[in-house]
């Protein structure tokens, strides 16, 4: 949406459309940050319940470095 132009509207549009949780105010927010920000290609989960769980669980349990992700969490399976 940056590479054609898109301002804050059409990027709040879009994060709605998604199902973002938030309320119009974070969203406004989250939509000026992504017009300012470089942002490259990388892992981004926003999932709700169990989702979020399932989504994140393949971040953690990531066995290759991956350039840009930086793990903050170290998981020890139960043996």
């Known amino acids: 949406m940056k590479k054609v132009n898109a301002n ?4 709040v549009a879009f994060l709605e459309g998604i199902k973002i949780p938030a309320d119009e105010i974070a969203l406004r927010q989250l939509a000026e940050q992504i017009l300012i920000t470089e942002i490259t290609i990388g892992y981004l989960t926003i999932s709700n319940a169990l989702q979020w769980r399932l989504q994140y ?14 793990k903050i969490v170290n998981y020890n399976k139960p043996q």
Do not use: C, M, S
């Open 8 to 11: 804050v509207e059409d990027i």
């Open 57 to 70: 669980n393949r971040i953690v349990n990531l066995t290759e470095q991956i350039e840009g992700i930086h």
